[in-house]
């Protein structure tokens, strides 16, 4: 397994677009994090799942956004009507579910970089 | 609530010079507190991470980090520094390695030859 992968990897889109991005957690990884992390910023973040559960989404999460993980393998996060604030660096990030070794830690994707026009 | 400081947004220091990037957070318990990289175009990279035992902890590329409970700092340092440490650097706090990260704002290093 080489790790947590994304998909697109840049997305350039007008205001006002759908938008789907994609994350491949490392296999068997149980949770899997999205975060935003706008220029200049740290990464902040959005939600989580516990296999196909969300559990915990962030304020930051408007109610155009949307995220799913149907088979509790990968996840997608849809941006709908989407703003020029929207612009930034969407990154996911995958670990073992709780109970595991005390050194694990989350690892995090390439990130999908968004423009929107 | 849970936040991270990093005082210093951009540090220049010249190849081979020794290093330290600050870091203070707010946490009710004992957190987990971990370092970050994230070189341009690239995705975030581990240091190191503290959530007990020495407070002086060793990581990759010749980073540590020391914690300090009484003054809530984490501070990572480096004796020498590679032209390629150049990159941004962010601390983070969380309440086990399994939880949400909180980050914060990084400091971005910059490497004079």
């Known amino acids: 397994d080489t790790g947590v992968s994304q998909d697109p990897r840049h997305k350039i889109t007008k205001r006002g677009q759908n938008v789907t991005f994609r994350c491949d957690p490392i296999?068997?990884?149980?949770?899997l994090y999205w975060y935003r992390q706008t220029l200049g910023q740290g990464p902040e973040f959005l939600t989580y799942f516990q296999n196909e559960a969300q559990l915990e989404k962030s304020r930051l999460l408007s109610d155009r956004f949307s995220a799913e993980r149907p088979k509790g393998s990968f996840s997608t996060l849809e941006i709908q009507r989407t703003e020029q604030g929207d612009s930034a660096m969407y990154l996911c990030?995958?670990?073992?579910?709780?109970?595991?070794?005390?050194?694990?830690?989350?690892?995090f994707g390439p990130g999908t970089r968004l423009l929107v026009l | 609530a849970q936040s991270v400081t990093q005082p210093d947004i951009h540090i220049t220091v010249s190849e081979g010079a020794s290093l330290e990037l600050r870091c203070n957070y707010s946490?009710?318990?004992?957190?987990?507190l971990f370092w970050y990289v994230q070189s341009p175009g690239q995705g975030l990279q581990l240091l190191l991470k503290?959530?007990?035992?020495?407070?002086l902890v060793q990581g990759i590329k010749g980073f540590e980090a020391e914690f300090k409970r009484s003054q809530s700092s984490f501070n990572l340092r480096k004796p020498s520094v590679h032209w390629s440490d150049a990159a941004e650097y962010f601390c983070?706090?969380?309440?086990?390695?399994?939880?949400?990260?909180?980050f914060g704002p990084g400091t971005s290093l910059s490497v004079i030859p």
């Open positions: 296999s068997e990884h149980n949770r």
């Open positions: 946490y009710g318990a004992t957190p987990y």
């Open positions: 983070a706090v969380g309440a086990s390695p399994y939880d949400k990260v909180i």
């Open positions: 990030a995958s670990i073992p579910s709780s109970g595991g070794a005390s050194w694990e830690t989350q690892y």
């Open positions: 503290y959530f007990s035992g020495d407070t």
